[in-house]
């Protein structure tokens, strides 16, 4: 700020000095008006959530990067200096998930994200670590809840009802500054957990309408003035102290002192009840026959009654022969669809992953109608197998129409570079600068005129069918859409003179598989925590492309080779998007004998999410052993990695035996040990026991937080540093 000078200059250069002040002052203004008000951490968070959300027009002023959600005011979001610190944006419709790294948003209090159409997944495991509210009441998740939410003492609010979660992670035992607890309308089962009675604030607890089983006795201690447990599967006493709670709903239960039901209205058309005589009718009263009745007379009303009677059980047979006669065709024609009525779960709503199973079944077994409709069906170059997982064959659904995708490279949001520019860049893809070779094609390493570093891929299309400029323009336009901290990053694209070349950061420390297996020690700068770090880092990467990104991507060739290091051992997964649009016969033959594939792609094939989850359990056995997927200079029964270490995995003492040499017996023995839980579970050789990649991710961040557990008293302090240490 100018200042004004001592009153013994002129008049005139007052005036001036006056002038220039009050133009530094307008200018500095406008300077602060365009410099961001928000913090990094929070801007990068509703950066990622903005995209996650599929970019929804009604979030005003909100953008997919960078931009200043507190000083140009985003809609929903509140501020405090600096931070954000509540977030609600309840009822507009919105679709997509939630952000995949919500827990930089460090000073949020309240995110309310209700009566939208969010979900579709699991909650996130990486939820603001200090909300006090968090509402997602009324959205489409499904599955597990993140066992993250053990870790946040401030919550006061949280409300997960009418959604379809069916499974509680979750250890309540830190919660007691938790108020209201909201868990209705979901597919909950079994016992309510044990640590629901260290809810010591509870006063508002909805369970209504799920399917919890067992007691409600550890309920009784609590502060409760609001319990509804109505519509389960509870049984037992209430327990006295729960009768006194001012509102307490708890019907549709087996209680055995629950109150009666009440009495059912009375119908315009009462049931008859039986006459008092001896003689069963079926007849009005007024139709008896009087004391002064002849017996003739009797004697005809009793034929006509009983031909009555008779014409009655006649109509009855009839009627049931025909109902069954439709109930045999209708279940013999469904059974040749595929879909025998009993062996449909009738009283059990279907959530999304169940309707995705059945679309995929249904696709498997598709009648020559079904057939038709699905070789008329076109995704530009995608595989009809892809077709099958991801389209509904309901004769009445519009996507059944034909579809033609077309990119426009304009709208793709990466650097077009020349031809030209990437031949010197590369020295004319010397093999000097050639740094890999993997399915796809060539690696080379490029350095523009601007000293910026690239890892230019040169596509081979030589395996593919017509078209592979079409090809390449839907390959460069789904890549585009992928962000992810732990994906390689799209720098740019060239599609010139029949060249198809992809544009990447390039990452120094190269690959994984380079920095275990070749033997010059640079196995040795991986530590435990960094081993740990790059697998939770992978891990997450596939979380986000099978549970983030709709539709979902399998990578099918995920590897230690396809694992990219920055100076900081950040893994970075390439080659995303590849696979998804090549047919899995071409994958399958390019990674012959490697190792990663799951027994059910040798049998059949076929990829899915659970086959990416068996090779990830590969890789992490590679962090932990130092040995190769597979490697034939090993002895017969030692090749196989996965053979030759899952049965060791639980014995403790094997284990200690298997661990890489590199380490020098430098890690702790409990991570050593969870970390060899996680790897079973991944390669197990039946694909419906493997977890989803959410839960492996929540399986290694409690690893991480029990590592690091009593190292500060410092929030949020358990972190890596840039050697893979924890601090």
């Avoid at 709670?245 to 009462?270: E, K, V, Y």
């Avoid at 002064?292 to 006509?304: F, L, W």
């Avoid at 790897?679 to 590592?707: G, H, T």
Wanted: include cysteine; proline fraction near 6%; aromatic fraction near 6%.
């Amino acid at each position: 700020m100018v200042k004004a000078r001592s009153s013994d200059r002129t008049s005139a250069s007052g005036m001036a000095l006056g002038v220039a002040g009050l133009a530094a002052l307008l200018l500095a203004t406008a300077f602060a008006g365009v410099t961001a008000d928000t913090n990094s951490d929070d801007v990068t968070a509703l950066n990622a959530f903005y995209t996650t959300l599929n970019s929804p027009s009604q979030l005003t002023d909100w953008v997919p990067q960078n931009g200043d959600p507190c000083g140009q005011s985003w809609l929903g979001v509140t501020c405090s200096g600096s931070r954000v610190i509540t977030i609600k944006i309840s009822g507009m419709g919105l679709e997509g998930t939630l952000g995949y790294n919500l827990n930089l948003l460090t000073e949020l209090s309240e995110l309310d994200a209700s009566n939208n159409n969010l979900g579709g997944s699991d909650i996130p495991y990486n939820l603001p670590p200090n909300l006090e509210r968090l509402n997602l009441e009324k959205n489409n998740f499904t599955g597990t809840l993140p066992y993250s939410i053990s870790h946040m003492p401030t919550l006061k609010y949280l409300n997960l009802g009418h959604n379809q979660l069916s499974d509680i992670d979750v250890m309540f035992n830190q919660l007691t500054n938790l108020t209201t607890l909201d868990f209705s309308y979901n597919l909950f089962s079994g016992t309510l957990p044990e640590s629901f009675s260290s809810l010591s604030s509870l006063s508002t607890l909805h369970l209504q309408n799920n399917q919890f089983t067992g007691t409600i006795d550890l309920l009784t201690d609590l502060p409760l003035t609001d319990l509804n447990v109505a519509n389960n599967q509870f049984s037992g006493p209430i327990p006295d102290k729960l009768k006194s709670i001012s509102n307490l709903q708890t019907s549709g239960n087996s209680f055995s002192n629950s109150p009666a039901p009440a009495a059912t209205p009375p119908s315009d058309n009462p049931p008859l009840r039986p006459s008092p005589s001896r003689t069963p009718s079926h007849s009005n009263n007024n139709n008896r026959p009087s004391r002064g009745s002849n017996t003739n007379n009797g004697g005809k009303s009793s034929k006509v009654g009983g031909a009555a009677v008779a014409g009655i059980v006649i109509s009855l047979v009839v009627v049931g022969a025909l109902v069954t006669f439709f109930l045999m065709k209708r279940k013999s024609v469904r059974s040749q669809h595929g879909d025998d009525p009993e062996k449909n779960e009738h009283l059990s709503p279907l959530t999304p992953r169940r309707i995705k199973q059945l679309k995929a079944s249904r696709a498997v077994s598709l009648s020559p109608a079904g057939k038709e409709l699905k070789k008329n069906a076109s995704m530009n170059l995608k595989p009809p197998s892809k077709i099958e997982l991801h389209k509904s064959f309901d004769e009445n659904d519009p996507t059944n129409k034909p579809v033609t995708k077309k990119v426009n490279l304009s709208s793709i949001r990466a650097t077009a570079y020349k031809v030209a520019d990437l031949q010197i860049a590369t020295e004319s893809f010397s093999a000097d600068n050639l740094v890999g070779e993997g399915s796809f094609g060539r690696v080379y390493r490029a350095q523009l005129s601007d000293q910026k570093v690239l890892a230019v891929k040169k596509i081979n299309f030589s395996a593919l069918p017509d078209h592979p400029s079409d090809f390449f323009v839907e390959l460069v336009g789904k890549i585009a859409k992928l962000s992810h901290p732990n994906l390689s990053e799209l720098d740019g694209y060239c599609s010139e003179h029949g060249q198809c070349l992809l544009a990447y950061e390039f990452y120094r420390k190269g690959s994984l598989h380079d920095l275990l297996h070749l033997s010059d020690g640079h196995s040795k700068l991986l530590s435990w925590n960094s081993r740990v770090k790059i697998a939770l880092g992978s891990a997450r990467a596939l979380e986000y492309l099978h549970e983030t990104c709709s539709p979902s991507i399998i990578l099918k060739n995920f590897k230690s080779s396809n694992i990219l290091l920055d100076d900081e051992l950040n893994p970075h997964i390439s080659d995303c998007g590849f696979a998804d649009l090549i047919p899995n016969q071409e994958v399958q033959e390019s990674d012959a004998n490697s190792g990663y594939k799951a027994p059910e792609v040798t049998m059949t094939g076929q990829y899915s999410q659970k086959s990416d989850v068996y090779s990830f359990g590969v890789v992490m056995l590679e962090l932990l052993t130092g040995r190769k997927a597979f490697d034939s200079s090993q002895p017969r029964s030692q090749q196989s990695l996965v053979l030759w270490a899952s049965p060791q995995l639980h014995d403790i003492d094997s284990l200690d035996q298997m661990v890489d040499p590199a380490l020098e017996g430098v890690y702790p023995a409990k991570s050593l040990s969870r970390f060899a839980d996680a790897i079973a579970l991944c390669v197990q050789p039946e694909p419906e026991f493997r977890p989803p990649m959410s839960e492996v991710v929540q399986s290694l961040v409690l690893l991480v937080q029990r590592s690091c557990m009593g190292l500060s008293s410092e929030r949020n302090s358990c972190r890596f540093d840039e050697s893979g240490d924890s601090r």
